[in-house]
């Protein structure tokens, strides 16, 4: 309630004593909400609404028990303070570009893999300061040319100065939402990075810890969470890409298990970013078993599996798909079509050079060498094959690539590869609905992209930004296969958006934890469309922890505990 | 054992980049065979053949940048990036021997194989 009048879609939010859970639902058209938790114990609940100061309260519950809890929240009056609960995308309003290809190359570059503009973010630094924090950025494989990262420098140095930002977002109520409840498990530590999540034959999530060469199970029944180690391989820390300054106490691993798809005998097949491999996990025995696709193949990353069993994953710096066989246990690797002379110097050159550069362990020799700066390439030398999906219609196989704005079919059959421009940049994880329609999120663009197989026409939306100058870096989406709704992250503003194809409307949910940053996107048989939140570094998340996170948008059954 | 590690480093990027280097510095190679030719009107072979190694050298010899990525000394300058004069002296005495023992290999190689 502010004063009297309902807030509706305030969010309230239990945390569990141990805070490793937290359970969200939104407060209706009157302001009323019913919050059912099946934690018990000192809980903390707290209402939070955008321009409204955090309320909160500590109550003692038994297992079984109601509770009525009414808030009134007070209006932000401080401008700084309203500024800092604004999310990221408001912040990078007050980053002002000369150059349009400077900005294009930090929205795809430098919200890569994080937020900008987040508490963590946008601390106020010097030019200088700020120049070794984009060197080491771009040691972290952002790809950008000299003037380019000249220009996000002082953009930044300029921009971030510690004012508060103007609040000019719009929200607009909208009852769809009511019903929804949002359940976050914590998992691992504050250098946690579970890239993907997938939810397994047994309804529980499992995640691929990216840093730690962990595969992570939550058992959303109990809530338990349970760490699985990957075997050690005669790599050094950080893998092939060992003579790289991965991020510090994040990357301790050598495997790297970046995206996780499961097959009908139960297996996960997971890739190993940093290994050049493939892994199988099986849940039940919980064995893995390694594959090694040779180390010239570089950064394996989304997984999918067609109707055959057949393993499809995109092999993203050396501009490769690859196809693995787990009957006769044989890869067949695919190159992709180069994009001129430089992504050929790429696909040729750079796992030489990453070979040479692990002579110099985590010294970044690469970015000596880099065509990407010297030949005034930036991001484009390496076209980046990213996301991949099977079309359910015609099991043919198709991928996005991000870094130069293409689609590809590959006929699995016979593996002839055709290609398509998107008219929106930055086509990132594609997936299909059950019509055989493509769905690509556009990056660089925060759009979303139909691609119709049959015709081969696209279609664009643009995303409901929070206000005309704010933009979102769509990572991710998935389509729901029973009601066909597309389901996008946002990234930059703590939402997750759901398009719906029929009426080409989108149904947007606000999310309680700052700085949420959403990949691959799951559905369970009981509704819920889940992910990992996996900012890069996981402290940077509010609360410093990563999580699994699921939205039910028709709500949870569950008993009843606290209710106003 | 760092300083080391750091000489080396450098020392295999300015190998792995000598190809762009050479790219870089044709203007002064070119510089250096006209004063070659020219100049052996009136000076002797050797003090000749060390001279034009020099104007070449001057083409090629890398500064850094904070990628530790080489580009001549000349290129540098024209982009008016600071170079300390320490520095410069040695990278272009350094590129200077290492050119003229570079030429002298090719050279004999050339002689020997006709």
């Known amino acids: 309630m502010d004063q009297g009048k309902p807030l509706p879609g305030a969010m309230v939010t239990a945390f569990s004593a141990d805070k490793q859970r937290r359970e969200t639902v939104y407060a209706d058209a009157a302001g009323r909400y019913t919050l059912s938790v099946d934690f018990a114990g000192k809980l903390t609940v707290r209402a939070r609404a955008p321009y409204f100061k955090d309320a909160s309260t500590e109550m003692d519950l038994p297992l079984i028990a109601n509770r009525t809890q009414a808030f009134v929240l007070q209006q932000h009056s401080v401008a700084a303070e309203l500024s800092e609960s604004l999310p990221a995308s408001a912040h990078l309003t007050a980053l002002s570009f000369g150059s349009q290809s400077s900005r294009e190359a930090f929205i795809s570059q430098c919200n890569y893999c994080h937020q900008v503009g987040n508490t963590l973010t946008r601390t106020p630094r010097t030019e200088s300061a700020w120049r070794d924090t984009v060197l080491r950025m771009e040691g972290y494989f952002a790809m950008l040319t000299n003037k380019e ?18 609040a000019v977002q719009k929200l607009e109520w909208d009852a769809r939402i009511a019903p929804a409840k949002i359940k976050e498990w914590v998992a691992g530590d504050a250098m946690t990075f579970i890239h993907d999540a997938d939810v397994g034959e047994d309804e529980d999530l499992y995640g691929a810890d990216e840093g730690h060469d962990v595969i992570w199970h939550l058992d959303r029944k109990t809530g338990k969470v349970t760490e699985y180690k990957e075997p050690d391989i005669d790599l050094p820390e950080g893998g092939v890409f060992a003579g790289v300054q991965l991020p510090i106490g994040v990357f301790t691993g050598k495997h790297g298990p970046h995206s996780m798809a499961q097959a009908k005998d139960g297996k996960f097949w997971v890739t190993n970013a940093l290994s050049s491999s493939i892994t199988s996990f099986d849940p039940v025995s919980k064995q893995f078993k390694l594959y090694e696709m040779g180390r010239t193949h570089l950064y394996p990353h989304t997984i999918r599996i067609d109707k055959e069993g057949i393993i499809w994953f995109t092999i993203v710096a050396s501009n490769e798909v690859g196809r693995f066989d787990p009957k006769t246990e044989k890869f067949t690797i695919l190159h992709l079509p180069e994009e001129g002379f430089w992504s050929g110097v790429s696909h040729y050159l750079f796992p030489w050079i990453l070979k040479i550069g692990a002579w110099f362990p985590k010294m970044n020799l690469h970015m000596g060498v880099n065509h990407a700066k010297w030949a005034f390439q930036g991001r484009s030398a390496f076209p980046f094959p990213y996301g991949i999906d099977v079309n359910p219609v015609d099991g043919s196989i198709w991928y996005a690539k991000l870094n130069v704005h293409k689609i590809g ?147 949870e059954p569950a008993p009843v505990l606290a209710q106003k | 054992m760092d300083s080391l590690q750091t000489f080396f480093i450098y020392a295999v990027i300015t190998i792995l980049m000598a190809p762009l280097l050479v790219v870089y510095g044709i203007p002064f190679i070119v510089a250096a065979k006209v004063f070659d030719h020219f100049a052996q009107l009136w000076m002797k072979d050797s003090t000749r053949f060390i001279a034009s190694c020099g104007i070449a050298s001057l083409g090629i010899a890398p500064a850094y940048d904070m990628y530790r990525a080489p580009l001549p000394i000349y290129t540098h300058l024209m982009g008016d990036d600071s170079v300390g004069t320490g520095f410069m002296l040695a990278s272009f005495l350094v590129t200077w021997l290492i050119v003229v023992v570079q030429v002298k290999q090719i050279t004999h190689l050339l002689h020997r194989n006709g």
């Open chain 1, 149 to 166: 990262a000249s220009d996000i420098t002082q953009v930044l140095s300029k921009g971030f100065d510690g004012q508060p930002v103007q």
């Open chain 1, 409 to 555: 079919r590959i006929d699995p059959k016979t593996q002839e590869v055709t290609e398509f421009d998107t008219p929106l940049k930055g086509p990132r994880r594609l997936r299909f609905d059950a019509k055989g329609n493509l769905w690509i999120p556009a990056f660089d663009e925060s759009g979303l992209m139909k691609f119709d197989t049959q015709t081969k026409r696209f279609e664009s939306f643009k995303l409901p930004l929070l206000a005309h100058n704010e933009y979102e870096v769509p990572y991710a989406l998935n389509v729901h296969p029973k009601t066909g709704d597309v389901w996008i992250t946002s990234n930059m503003s703590d939402r997750i958006f759901r398009f719906l194809p029929e009426t080409k409307q989108f149904v947007t949910y606000a999310l309680p934890t700052r700085v949420t940053w959403l990949r691959d996107m799951v559905f369970t048989k009981d509704n819920a469309v889940c992910s990992s939140s996996s900012n890069l570094p996981a402290y940077g998340i509010e609360g410093g922890l990563a999580s699994f996170i699921c939205l039910y948008p028709d709500g």
